[in-house]
């Protein structure tokens, strides 16, 4: 009989013990809030699915966004609230049940808020509005791509290569939110092995519509990392429509260079540029198999086709 009792003494302590040592941040946190630059959104009108946040014991948590789930860990500073994913950290405040925070070094601010907390006042914006942009940066992106790229200034091994050109192509997959690859690549590279290709955020509220401005995410380019804001593409400002600008710095230990990128839609003519003939805007007026390119055209080639 006193085993017995020792017993269930035993357990009651271990009990109380575990009880003590819970977090009392602890709980799900539903998603409330999504902000860009635009404005801002109801969390299921910006992304699909359930939206959550669980702050777990022992520095865990579960974060589900867009139907995907994030496993990371948390840290708590004075009201300062630390998640790290796969080593890259992003920080936001937790206070009185509600956690803000700056998702992914993306641009976007969540709310997430335990049940019953107080939860800010704000305006969000019209979802209906958001989609019909979203489908219209959609079909303006998304697809082939072709034209050039060069080295505008390099030292080291690359001083050689500085404005040689050389044709490039590429493909954009942009989803429901506006967020996809794009994977370009060269007649040096294949597409198993591209020159480049990173996730892209494109803004239908910055810029004009159909194009918005797009900015990397994490990627590469010959190997190198691009990271969230390296790209800032933005069609409206190109001196030719139908123009996509991306430039870019890489280093590595044979030297470092300045790059930039050109691109239009597979199928459409370069001879406004090639009539303008404006050293300022091109090195170069032409990408240097613009007649294969055409040629292709006629013979009904795709771009896959003419890169492999």
């Not at 049940?97 to 993306?106: A, N, T």
């Not at 709310?111 to 914006?125: D, H, N, R």
């Not at 942009?133 to 790229?149: I, S, T």
């Not at 080291?156 to 506006?178: H, S, T």
Request: hydrophobic share 40%; proline share 5%.
């Amino acid at each position: 009989m006193k085993k017995a009792i020792s017993l269930l003494l035993l357990l009651a302590l271990l009990s109380g013990l575990w009880a003590c040592g819970s977090d009392p941040y602890t709980g799900i946190y539903k998603g409330v809030y999504a902000e860009d630059d635009a404005g801002v959104y109801r969390m299921e009108d910006y992304y699909n699915g359930e939206n959550y946040l669980e702050l777990k014991n022992r520095g865990k948590a579960i974060m589900m966004v867009n139907d995907s789930a994030h496993e990371l860990t948390w840290e708590l500073n004075e009201g300062e609230i630390t998640f790290t994913e796969d080593g890259d950290p992003f920080t936001g405040w937790l206070s009185e049940g509600v956690i803000q925070l700056d998702y992914m070094g993306w641009g976007i601010q969540l709310t997430f808020a335990l049940e019953g907390a107080q939860i800010p006042e704000t305006t969000v914006e019209d979802p209906a509005a958001r989609a019909e942009a979203l489908e219209a940066v959609r079909n303006y992106w998304n697809g082939d791509w072709y034209g050039w790229w060069y080295i505008s200034t390099g030292t080291g091994a690359y001083a050689q290569e500085q404005l040689r050109i050389r044709d490039a192509a590429a493909q954009i997959e942009l989803d429901q939110d506006g967020r996809g690859p794009i994977v370009i690549w060269d007649m040096e590279h294949s597409r198993e092995k591209p020159l480049a290709d990173c996730i892209l955020r494109v803004d239908p509220n910055t810029g004009e519509l159909p194009m918005g401005i797009a900015m990397s995410g994490q990627g590469q380019f010959r190997g190198q990392p691009v990271l969230a804001g390296d790209w800032l593409i933005d069609p409206s400002v190109a001196p030719y429509d139908n123009l996509l600008e991306i430039n870019g710095y890489y280093s590595d230990e044979a030297g470092d260079f300045f790059y930039t990128l050109f691109l239009r839609p597979w199928g459409q003519s370069w001879e406004d540029v090639a009539q303008a003939q404006d050293p300022n805007v091109f090195p170069a007026a032409l990408p240097e198999y613009y007649d294969i390119y055409l040629e292709a055209l006629a013979a009904g080639t795709s771009l896959v086709d003419f890169f492999r």
